[in-house]
């Protein structure tokens, strides 16, 4: 009798036709080899039904509907960025000049700030948001007081810095990584508005005001949450004592408006609800920069 050959009673892997094995799949029963092992509760899977089992699987979802991520990559991000602007300062001051936020302004020939006036002379020129400079906006939100300005120019950024970090992982981890970018960046733009509505001759840099924003959005989450409030409240309250305290060297202004900005955006983030959650949110946020930018327009028109 001529022995049967192995190839009709020895099963080889479905993906690798010349390896034999003696294990299938717990789930399809299909045979797999060691290299497409994979590890189940009981026994071993094959690549195709661990896949299908992972998009079954319902992910984890931020208070706000975000994708939880344990690295907060974009608080990394702002933070290199408002890191870069300021070495960039260092080697060419004229960027703060041309990028902070100014409503309107009257710079003389020889590059000094002047009270703006209806009439003139030919050599000075207006900047500002008032002469289309819409940018200033946002890009002051990435600029600090230069090295030239003492002590408290290196502080400037230190500070802010120290308190994104602190701030934006927290805030980041609770609403995700794109409702975070958003809040961060419609919290800057009501900062600089109500620069604009309010002193729009005064120049501004810092990214304090979208700070403040988080600060707001710290607040709104923990209500949101259910957290013990005392914490949070007495956080709050040096985060307003502070503004107060400031007030006489910084901008309130900016303060105030990236405080009110971010309490708003992070309302419309976290309350929004369930089944129409992503809808509502991007409605809100859109509604919130419209009617920043109106404002903005309107105020120009009368600078104009």
């Not at 400079?133 to 300005?149: D, I, K, Q, S, V």
Request: aromatic share 8%; proline share 6%.
């Amino acid at each position: 009798m001529e022995p049967t050959p192995q190839s009709a009673t020895t099963p080889t892997c479905y993906r690798h036709a010349d390896t034999e094995t003696h294990i299938n799949c717990t789930r399809c029963e299909r045979p797999i080899c060691p290299q497409c092992m994979r590890d189940a509760a009981v026994g071993f899977q094959c690549p195709e039904c661990v896949h299908e089992g992972s998009r079954s699987v319902r992910q984890a979802r931020t208070v706000a509907g975000g994708r939880i991520s344990a690295v907060p990559l974009v608080t990394y991000a702002l933070m290199a960025v408002n890191v870069l602007a300021y070495l960039g300062e260092t080697v060419y001051p004229g960027i703060v000049e041309r990028l902070r936020m100014v409503g309107i302004g009257l710079v003389g020939p020889d590059g000094g700030r002047y009270v703006p006036q209806d009439a003139f002379p030919p050599d000075f020129h207006t900047d500002g948001v008032a002469t289309g400079e819409w940018y200033r906006l946002l890009t002051g939100a990435f600029l600090h007081l230069p090295p030239t300005e003492g002590l408290f120019g290196v502080l400037h950024i230190a500070l802010n810095m120290w308190t994104l970090w602190n701030l934006g992982r927290v805030v980041e981890s609770q609403l995700g990584r794109v409702r975070y970018l958003a809040l961060y960046l419609i919290s800057a733009l009501g900062s600089s508005v109500l620069v604009l509505l309010i002193a729009p001759e005064a120049p501004t840099v810092g990214a304090s005001g979208a700070i403040f924003g988080l600060g707001a959005a710290y607040y709104v989450i923990a209500r949101r949450l259910g957290a013990d409030m005392r914490g949070v409240n007495r956080f709050m309250a040096y985060f307003l004592l502070w503004m107060l305290i400031s007030a006489g060297f910084t901008s309130w202004q900016g303060h105030l408006g990236g405080l009110l900005t971010g309490g708003l955006v992070t309302a419309a983030l976290v309350y929004a609800p369930r089944r129409r959650r992503d809808a509502v949110q991007a409605v809100a946020c859109v509604g919130v920069v419209a009617l920043a930018l109106l404002l903005a327009a309107l105020k120009v028109a009368a600078l104009t």
